[in-house]
């Protein structure tokens, strides 16, 4: 007998010691026992044995939740929830909410902050990713010299590019930094080429309207002005979840309407487990943490 041959013959002894006296289908298997031999349960009925167990993606009800938000015919109270046990620190939030909104370098709308906990070798990560909180007492807005931000009905604040004069008042006043300020570089400026790559001349709808990241065009481009998350506002108007929700991995971020006892957030905004950023601050925000 050669090694492969002996190995094969320790390998089906193994298994035959291993499995004598596994039950199957109710009856004991014996050692050496053919599996033809073997009497199977009988199969199933069709359709789900334990239908509590049926799983349905949270993506799918928000988005019911959302459709119902938009046509009971009264304003939403929009809100965000993120479940941290949850955020697996991919950044594909900050990536896609980048390319959703065509932002240019240096203008972020939600980064993840990481943290490092522990010591080694006893170490492991936190992520917090951190839109803007969409405060219902939002310090950016009485700070502004011009009126070019305020808050709608629905809660979101929202900036004027047209009436933005670019002072960065709002940066200094926000106390979770989100808002950034557009300088109007681009990711291809001072390599070799001409001019803008074809996707940096795309337009961004951000707050509903058509926006070209170049200066002095209208209605306002975003060029010299302070710029932030919106919750993706031009997505929620025509029935879509902000673009951050849809491509979280993790279902780590929820998004809808506080006011409808019937949505998912509203349950999750009421757990024993939830938090928010710097209330002490009396800001209001409307993001909401799982911790």
């Known amino acids: 007998?050669?090694?492969?041959?002996?190995?094969?013959?320790?390998?089906e002894k193994v298994a035959s010691t291993v499995f004598a006296g596994v039950v199957l289908g109710g009856q004991p298997v014996k050692a050496g026992a053919e599996p033809s031999k073997v009497e199977l349960p009988?199969?199933?009925?069709?359709?789900?044995?334990?239908p509590e167990l049926e799983y349905e993606d949270v993506l799918l009800r928000m988005q019911r939740d959302l459709e119902r938000a938009l046509n009971k015919g009264t304003t939403p109270k929009w809100v965000m929830v993120i479940d941290t046990r949850k955020c697996v620190g991919c950044h594909a939030c900050t990536i896609s909410c980048a390319v959703e909104n065509k932002l240019p370098p240096g203008v972020v709308y939600r980064p993840v902050v990481e943290e490092q906990v522990g010591v080694y070798p006893r170490v492991t990560w936190k992520f917090l990713p951190r839109p803007c909180m969409q405060c219902d007492n939002p310090p950016c807005v009485p700070?502004?010299?011009?009126?070019?931000?305020?808050?709608?009905?629905?809660?979101?604040?929202?900036?004027?590019?047209?009436?933005?004069?670019?002072?960065?008042?709002?940066?200094?006043?926000?106390?979770?930094?989100?808002?950034?300020?557009?300088?109007?570089?681009?990711?291809?400026?001072?390599?070799?080429?001409?001019?803008?790559?074809?996707y940096e001349e795309l337009p961004t709808f951000e707050w509903g309207e058509v926006h070209v990241h170049k200066e002095g065009l209208t209605p306002g481009s975003p060029v010299g002005n302070a710029r932030k998350c919106s919750f993706c506002l031009h997505r929620i108007e025509h029935g879509l979840l902000p673009q951050c929700v849809t491509t979280c991995i993790g279902r780590a971020t929820f998004f809808g309407d506080a006011s409808d006892p019937e949505s998912l957030v509203f349950q999750l905004i009421h757990q024993p487990n939830v938090m928010r950023l710097k209330e002490e601050l009396g800001t209001e925000p409307r993001v909401y943490y799982l911790v």
Not at 42 to 50: A, F, K, S, T
Not at 148 to 156: F, M, V
């Open 1 to 11: 007998m050669n090694e492969v041959e002996s190995r094969r013959a320790f390998l």
């Open 42 to 50: 009988p199969r199933p009925p069709d359709g789900p044995i334990l």
């Open 143 to 198: 700070v502004c010299p011009v009126g070019a931000t305020w808050k709608r009905e629905d809660g979101i604040v929202e900036i004027d590019y047209d009436a933005c004069i670019g002072c960065r008042y709002c940066l200094v006043s926000c106390p979770y930094q989100a808002r950034t300020f557009d300088f109007g570089e681009n990711w291809t400026q001072d390599t070799p080429g001409h001019g803008q790559m074809p």
